[in-house]
């Protein structure tokens, strides 16, 4: 049990900050999936020439948007996950590759991450 280490960040504050998080991924999801659906079937109907057509790059171009956003917000949603695994398993707020506890202010910023400081170079 990593007790001595859960007693140095509050623990159950970041447990809802991260919920919160995860409740607004998961709408945001759930309504970018709508947005193409509905963006794809109108195209698909509208028969445009995705090419040539003004309109038809137009949509070309918000389906990549709206894509682009949902594969950021999966990513996101993972690392939420993530994170309130580690907080179920007793191992949230500290770094995953050394073992030093993640200072709280890098917390409240970015409560998801699984690193410290020295470990986050490259990475989310
Ligand atoms: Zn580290």
């Not at 447990?15 to 193409?36: F, N, P, S, T």
């Not at 040539?52 to 996950?81: K, V, Y």
Request: overall charge negative; hydrophobic content about 40%; some cysteine.
């Amino acid at each position: 049990m990593a007790v001595a280490l859960q007693a140095m960040v509050d623990i159950a504050r970041f447990r809802v900050l991260l919920e919160g998080e995860r409740d607004r991924k998961y709408a945001l999801l759930k309504a970018l999936r709508q947005d193409i659906g509905s963006v794809s079937a109108s195209r698909k109907n509208s028969n445009v020439d995705d090419e040539h057509d003004p309109e038809g790059s137009t949509i070309a171009f918000e389906l990549s948007q709206a894509s682009a956003l949902m594969e950021q917000s999966r990513a996101g949603l993972e690392q939420i996950e993530g994170a309130l695994e580690r907080i179920s398993d007793g191992s949230y707020g500290v770094c995953v590759v050394c073992g030093a506890a993640i200072p709280e202010g890098r917390l409240e910023a970015r409560p998801w991450t699984p690193f410290c400081i020295d470990h986050a170079s490259g990475r989310r």
